[in-house]
């Protein structure tokens, strides 16, 4: 007889309390104590003898002959309760084996302390408040597997109480800014998370369209912009506490979805902000940790004021040899760069200051313990700051650093609407050279400055990664109660999946697949088109999990009726099916060349992983081609992934290439980066055959 599973017992359990007609889930509850309070007040309560309820979920379960000892926790503290048979009666002693771990109880009973000197609840009464149906995971160690900390936080909550105390101080840390800004007299605000012109900041944003007025919209990637119109409009100093987005890469330090705290304060400028941010972080560690000396990663952090001043053009020539004060353009940088031989990893489009980011953060950032202020940035790194009078090719700006780590920005703000034209203008220049991350035009702004903005000082602190540090965690997702997660495969938004290599036979020898496709298939570029993308989709179906020889003769053979369509587009693909069933290939592969070229010939929707990998597989084959041959030696070795996502963006680049095509990957579970990486790696490896 095969024995049921946990689930089974607890749906059991559901139905026969159900049939007795007692509601398991009932929607009213009493409970006079947290544990907390009742353990605060237990000696009182016992020799009152006064009854107490209780409320929580049941975490533990022993039975012993005619008592059963549990223990529930609500979100306070945990207690153990005792059922007495002599307390409750035969029939309701009897029902508790309706209970299972997980369930939520309300207790009725007196402060009692066991043989063993354990404060206790003793039971009279109890009521069902919620029947688990699922159990919680078997190690009460706690929940280890960070995948599913991650996905199901709320058991990673139930499990470890530290997650818990964790989320619960970054409350009190949050709570602890609100009331520094309050004190401080700075007015909290709300500005639109959806925005025409993103900016504030260096970052590619999310792009979502609005329906009603049929547009494309940004999601936000600062609070900056709006901030400041405020303090034109006269509202007084301002500040936000709120999310921005960002797509941009994820480690240790970095998510899309951003909590950051933006304040701007009118009659100020960067001096005044230092000494201000100073007791702003002090002030807050303070209040929320009860000290302000922090241990990270074996060091100790002192946040008692004053913060060390560092400077950048000092630093990095300390660093690097490389004398910012010196060089005025990308070029000269560059060639800085190569002259003192520094492995640098930068694009041959970029601009003086992203190249000259990119050199701090690798060469100085790191070796910054702080807490300590970066001053005197060049206005190539910092187009929202207001250069120094004394020194033009300077800003007044200042970055938070602590153990190696950006943790706050702030400058004296640009109000010269002239100067920050310019600035845009220089800035879009870099966007039309494919730099995605560059500031946007945005003419509202500027015309928002023209009616004046006073001396203003602006500061913006990513509370995600500054609690981070403050805990000691590993990642930022352990401060993030729902950080985003690529979808786990057989979770993506494909409907229909198709065979796993487990599952399917499929025995046509490449060499006859491509015997095929030379019979129809006669030009050289044609031929290569198809050994392309016939290696992505092996790749493809490796990551994924798919039978590499099934997807990759999708790809070899998928054009291989475009020599005799050519011109036609409506008939691409009609006339391949029929080759493809005359030699006897299996309907998932021909309904996904079908699919391919779905657009044009009105057949069959793509709604397996096969055809979406198809149509995406080999549409990206088209521009990774293109960007290797504007390389300086045209090879793909070059060709790196993040040089491919600007050339998605410039859509004059490989101009006949479906940028959306591409991006259905995501349909597959993977991730833009993801589907580039795998789609360039895998067209690297027949780099000699197909002349890259």
Known sequence: MERKTEEEIRREKLAKIQKEGINPYPAKSKRTHTVLKFLDNYTKLQEDKKKVILCGRIMTWREHGKLIFATIEDDTLKIQLVFSKDELGDKKFKWLKNFDMAD??????????????????????????????????????????????YRKRYLDLIMNPKSRETFKLRSKFVDEMHRFMYKNNFLEVETPILENIPGGAEAEPFVTHHNALDIDLFLRISLELPLKKLIVGNLGSVYELSKVFRNEGMDREHLQEISLMEFYWQYHDVNDLMKFVEKFYATVI??????????????????????????????????????????????KLKAEIKKNDLNLDYEETDGLGRVTDLLYKKFVRPKITGPAFLINQPVSVSPLAKKDEKKPLLTER???????S??????????????????????????????????????????ALEHGMPPTAGFGVGIDRLFMILTGAESIRDVVLFPTMKPKHGQSIVTKTIESKEDIVFDIPREKSFALL?????????????????????????KLGYNEDLWGTAGLLHDIDWEETEGKPEDHAVKGVQYLKEAGYPEDMINSVMAHNCTYNGQNEPNSALDYALRAGETVTGLIYAAALVQ?????????????????????????????????????????????????????????EIGL
């Open 104 to 149: 939520f109880i309300q207790a009725t009973g007196t402060a009692f302390t066991t043989q063993k000197g354990e404060k206790s609840l003793l039971i009279s009464d109890y009521k069902m408040l919620c029947k688990a149906l699922l159990p919680l995971p078997e190690k009460w160690a706690g929940l280890k597997d960070e995948e599913v900390i």
């Open 406 to 447: 950006e943790v706050g920005n702030g400058f004296s703000e640009l109000n010269d609407p002239v100067d920050q034209k310019e600035r845009f203008e220089e800035q879009a220049k870099l966007r039309e050279a494919g730099d995605n991350e560059a500031h946007m035009m945005d003419m509202d702004f500027i015309e």
């Open 518 to 542: 030379k019979e129809h298939i006669t030009k050289e570029p044609n031929l290569m088109h198809s050994r392309e993308t016939e290696v992505v989709m092996r790749g493809l179906a490796k």
């Open 286 to 331: 303070e209040r929320t940790f009860g000290k302000l000396e922090i241990g990270y990663q074996g060091k100790t952090l002192n946040f008692k004021p004053p913060y060390e001043r560092v400077d950048y053009i000092q630093e990095v020539k300390k660093e690097t040899g490389i004398d910012l004060a010196k060089i005025d353009t990308a070029d």
């Open 398 to 404: 200042m970055q938070v650093l602590v153990a190696g």
């Open 632 to 688: 300086p030696d045209k090879k793909l070795e070059s060709v790196k992934v993040k040089s491919i996502k600007k050339k998605m963006k410039d859509k004059s680049f490989a101009a006949k290439v479906n940028r959306d095509t591409i991006k259905e990957c995501e349909k597959l579970g993977l991730t833009l980066d993801e589907f580039l990486e795998i789609s360039l790696d895998s067209m690297k490896e027949i780099s000699s």
